[in-house]
């Protein structure tokens, strides 16, 4: 399934991401998966949103620098091996990056694991995803 | 002591005098040679024979740094290229560099000018002097190289960097006096420092600096930190480079070399000429440079004027230590930077107008020389991979390095940190300020 990801660009100072949390608060929006990526400077926090054109209006009013992409989602056995051969082999295998992905808290059952991920080519990685039968 | 005491020390009427003979055989050779102020004079309604005394200065046009941008390479030069010897060149406005032609007499001149310039500071033949001045196309390097050779002092051309080797070089060569931008003293006493040599204990004692607006309480810091007199030095590419004035060892006020550059003070928003004593900018009227003479040239440096005898002997002019600027150029390690350039680069970049601010540090002296540019993130730039936000932020570095010439700090920051401001965008600011 695609996922609409909202990014934020934060400098890396103390009170930043409270600030983009207390945005999602008020508009009532919640964070189903959050990945924060840092430098000594900055930092650009990627979020999976309950309600992204929301979030995403609420925190441009706020004049947070922004930007929304499409990301893949994915449901794997929570066992070991499950994410390399559900997701990392397949994809190495058909050529494709992953550019990075992270852990998202979708409706997996008991034995299941959802992550989400952005790849160099989402058609592609689509159609992989389907064909294992873990697209979600 | 005094180099030229005939010159530098003649009464005033002779000196008017002698800048008026000059500057009416200056302003015919303009007017002949160069069309550039041919059609200026004749927009200001103006000929080389209205020039009846030197009051009559203030009929002819200003020029100003985008003068040499419009012109640029050789519209503003008044000899044939056969005749040039030497082309220096800094750092323009809009990324076309000022180019600065000298004939083999603009380059015999420069030297006497600068040699007495290193006399007045207090420099002698006996002198082994250092000079970590930048060579190159940098005025800089040169000038103070060949003045020092012809006072005859013993010259070793250790250019900047390198600061380990130049402190090496003070203590194995018994250098005397240094040259280098007052930033650069402070980097060689730091140096020196972790190094374990103090400065003080060396054979320095006299260092000439310029380049870089300084100020008081700086050559205080330096003074003591080298153990030395630190002496202000005042020049600008588009008139010869360094040695267009200097203090002498009473440090109370710069001495314009007067007999070779006619200086006068205006109001920077009127254009008004002003009485000696009061602040305004410095406008400068070259009186012997052949190759590219410039008529009533704008420096954009406040300063003021004073004319009183000075206790060395001299009668020449005193200019006050550099109060601001009458437009945001900014001086970095002897770099001259403009906004308008850094502007540029965003644009490019960015390909959208861009928000940023130029953060500098003038309250610590060891700081002067560095330069920060904070550049707002737009969500056109903005992306959610970090490769390419740090692909953005190093192709704006090296961007700003080659159209600046030095080496800037670029900070990627959100939009809220930079204040919006009514009107014209405050683009520089101190950190103190922030």
């Known amino acids: 399934m695609r996922l609409k990801q909202v990014s934020v660009f934060v400098e890396n100072e103390p009170g930043r991401l409270e600030a983009i949390l207390e945005v999602l608060e008020r508009e009532k929006v919640s964070i189903r998966a959050l990945s924060v990526s840092d430098t000594a400077e900055f930092g650009i926090v990627r979020m999976i949103l309950d309600k992204p054109e929301e979030g995403l209006q ?22 070991p091996g499950g994410l390399l051969n559900s997701v990392a082999k397949p994809m190495a295998k058909a050529g494709i990056n992953i550019k ?27 159609g992989i995803l389907k064909s294992l039968s873990v697209d979600q | 002591m005094i180099r030229d005491p005939e010159n530098e020390s003649m009464p005033r009427e002779t000196l008017e005098r002698l800048q008026f003979q000059r500057l009416k055989a200056k302003v015919g050779d303009v007017y002949e040679r160069v069309p550039f ?23 002819l046009p200003f020029t100003s740094k985008l003068d040499f941008r419009d012109n640029y390479p050789f519209g ?37 000018i600068m040699a007495r310039t290193l006399t007045s500071a207090g420099t002698t033949e006996n002198d082994v002097l250092q000079n970590a001045y930048g060579y190159g196309l940098f005025t800089g390097g040169l000038g103070f190289h060949h003045g ?29 006096v240094i040259t280098c931008t007052p930033s650069y003293a402070i980097t060689l006493h730091e140096a020196a420092r972790e190094m374990g040599v103090d400065l003080r204990d060396t054979t320095l004692r006299l260092g000439i600096h310029g380049a870089e607006p300084w100020s008081e309480k700086m050559r205080e810091d330096i003074e003591d930190r080298l153990g030395i007199i630190a002496i202000n030095v005042y020049g600008l590419t588009e008139v010869i480079g360094p040695g267009v004035s200097v203090e002498c060892p009473y440090k109370c006020g710069m001495h314009i070399w007067e007999d070779h550059f006619l200086a006068e003070v205006i109001n920077p928003e009127t254009g008004e000429q002003l009485p000696y004593g009061e602040e305004g900018e410095l406008v400068i009227t070259t009186l012997t440079k052949e190759a590219q003479p410039v008529i009533r040239f704008r420096t954009r440096d406040i300063i003021s004027l004073n004319p009183e005898p000075c206790d060395c002997g ?6 006050s230590r550099l109060t601001g600027r009458s437009d945001d150029m900014l ?4 770099v001259n930077v403009f906004p308008s350039q850094i502007e540029s680069v965003l644009l490019e970049v960015e390909g959208v107008e861009p928000h940023y601010l130029i953060v500098v540090d003038r309250q610590h002296a060891f700081k002067t020389d560095e330069l920060e540019i904070w550049v707002e993130v737009s969500d056109e730039v903005f992306s959610d991979e970090m490769g390419k936000m740090e692909n953005l932020e190093k192709r704006l570095r090296s961007e700003m390095d080659s159209v600046l010439g030095i080496a800037a700090r670029i900070k990627l920051v959100e939009p809220r940190t930079i204040a ?15």
């Open chain 1, 58 to 79: 609420a925190l441009r009013q706020a004049e947070f620098t922004t930007r929304v992409d499409w990301m893949l989602s994915a449901q794997i056995p929570d066992v």
């Open chain 1, 100 to 126: 990075y992905f992270y852990a998202y808290i979708g409706h997996a059952g008991e034995d299941k694991a959802m992550v989400v991920l952005k790849t160099n080519d989402i058609e592609k990685a689509e």
């Open chain 2, 37 to 59: 102020y041919r059609r200026m004079f004749k927009e200001k309604g103006v000929t080389p024979d209205d020039i009846q005394s030197l009051a009559d200065l203030t009929r």
């Open chain 2, 76 to 112: 503003l030069m008044a000899v044939p290229m056969e005749q040039v010897v030497r082309i220096h060149s800094s750092s323009g406005t809009t990324g076309k560099p000022i180019i600065a032609p000298y004939t083999r007499h603009d380059v015999d001149t420069w030297a006497e």
């Open chain 2, 148 to 176: 020092a050779e012809l006072l005859g002092a013993t010259v070793i051309p250790t250019s900047t960097g390198n600061t380990k080797r130049q402190i090496l070089m003070i203590q194995d060569l018994g250098t005397t």
């Open chain 2, 314 to 319: 001299r009668t020449m002019v005193r200019m």
């Open chain 2, 331 to 334: 001086i970095v390690r002897g």
């Open chain 2, 420 to 434: 919006r401001t009514e009107g014209k965008a405050k683009r520089v600011v101190d950190r103190s300020e922030l």
